[in-house]
């Protein structure tokens, strides 16, 4: 383990990527390889999920150190993180065995506790809190609370493997795909055996677009360029191969069970079929608002009412493999062409339709497109290159989104949250709230979009204008006005305001205005009838 905590010390020591990169690959050139699985694992945010409750390592650590349990609490609420707290209390060894645990034995007890009897739990825990220190520690009781974060992206893991490998990042990153498990492979099982054979399930690494950031007369001649509505859903592959279906949203999740509208495209489709889109409930010949897509999301039985009232479709952007091909390196618009073809020839019926192609006589029709994207069921454009080929990961110059501008509010901060990480010891998480009848009706939460001399000020007035503390909340008088952005609203019963926000975020602390001044909850729900007004 000494050689994950050096490499974990070395990624939190820089900020520079090349730094991170030649740590990892240093680590994987001399760690054991069942340990080299477990520290990939971590690094890419495949961890073991908590398998302790945070009340009892709080009660344990309070008698094991002899620190009172309030204590414990109010440094928490200070230092703004559990298992760091933890470490801070608890007393220093007179040795450390850190060098004889393995990665491979450490995450082998933390998933043993899922079974064992609270008693046995701690005498596990316990144990390693005696034999570990420093970031040891730290990092045995970040796992131990299920929040163990490295600062590393996952494209710069698949760097480090690529260079170690002597591979190309493209077919790393591949191999890497889906929720794979550290205990049931090996080094060769992910990197060495054939994919078509033994991971023939597995989806292709998406191709991700940037955000148009220049004007697009810039980008050229429009027939240089195949332009699509972005739709709001859940972007996936679907894939047949052997006979079988499998439906991979774009965060690595196996769909399928929850998709069952795809079930029959095991039979329609040729093995060795895959297709990229985005999967969105249609009805009535039309996208639904995305809200009703969450209504599927988080159900365990799909009930008949649920496929009647939310029935999901693809929406198919591109083809990644034809009769067991990989052809992500042809032009878009051959795949595209070739699509094309197989959703004419193949009975899919309703459930696959190919993406518009729209047609513009200027970039600046495209633009009045754009801005009135929402009363079309999109939230903007999605411009391709026509020679493009499917590449991996987000990459400039050939795909780009045009996004409608988002929707925005002003709302007074009344409630403050301290930060993690970084900004653990600031006042960084805020709730907001507009005016209902002349009371002030929390909406939302933000946390991102202010400046780091921003978060300081603001930190420093909550603390001077604190009405209440509520554990780690602190109640804070009406007076600051922020303007927030957000993607998308609709009506909720789950929430006090009766409104939910998409991606809500900052976009400015409004110092020209008063909190009577803030908008109200008439205004929230004047957003929604005029988005519902917009698209019929």
Known sequence: ????????????????????????????????????????????????????????????????????????????????????????????????????????????????????????????????????????????NKLLTGNLRVGVSRKLVVKAVAQYLGRTEPEVEHRLMGKWSPFDEDMDSLFQDDLQEGKHFLPYPFYLAYALDKDPGELGDMKDWIIEPKLDGIRGQVIVRKGELFVWSRGEDLMTDKFVEFEPLRSVLPDGTVIDGEVIPWKEGKPMDFSVMQTRIGRKNISKNVLAAAPLVMVCYDLLEWEGRDIREWPLHKRRSQLQEIL????????????????????????????????????????????????????????????????????????????????????????????????????????????????????????????????????????????LAFEGINASSRHKSGVALRFPRIVRWRQDKPASEANSKEDLLNLIASKHESIR
Do not use: C
Not at 16 to 43: C, E, G, I, N, P
Not at 114 to 131: C, D, F, H
């Open 344 to 483: 004419a020839i193949f009975p899919v019926g309703n459930i696959l339709k190919l993406s518009s192609a729209m047609s513009f006589d200027s970039w600046d029709l495209a633009e009045n497109y754009r801005q009135d994207a929402r009363k079309h069921y999109a939230e903007g454009l999605m411009i391709k290159h026509r020679d493009s080929p499917y590449e991996v990961g987000r990459k400039r110059g050939n795909w780009w989104k045009w996004k409608t501008d988002p929707m925005t509010i002003d709302g007074v901060l009344v409630y403050a949250q301290s930060g993690h990480g970084r900004r653990a010891n600031l006042f960084t998480d805020y709730t907001f709230a507009v005016w209902d009848q002349g009371e002030l009706v929390p909406f939302t939460k933000a946390y991102s979009g202010l400046t780091d001399k921003e978060l300081f000020t603001i930190d420093n007035w909550i603390k001077r204008h604190t009405i209440a503390k509520f554990g780690p909340v602190r109640s804070v008088t009406p007076e600051l006005v922020f303007e």
């Open 1 to 140: 383990m000494i050689d994950f905590v050096h490499l974990f010390e070395a990624i939190d020591g820089s900020t520079k990527t090349s730094v991170k990169v030649a740590a990892m690959l240093a680590y994987l050139q001399t760690a054991a390889d069942s340990d080299k699985l477990f520290a990939m694992a971590v690094l890419m945010g495949n961890k073991p999920k908590r398998p302790i409750r945070t009340a009892d390592l709080r009660i344990w650590a309070s008698e094991e150190s002899r620190v009172p349990l309030w204590l414990i609490e109010e440094s928490y609420y200070v230092v703004g993180d559990l298992a760091e707290t933890i470490s801070l209390i608890l007393p220093p060894k007179a040795r450390s065995v850190t060098t004889d645990i393995s990665l491979r034995d450490l995450f082998d007890a933390i998933v043993a506790l899922r079974n064992m009897a609270p008693e046995e739990q701690r005498k596990l825990v316990t144990g390693y809190w005696s034999k570990l220190e420093g970031t040891a520690l730290f990092l045995f």
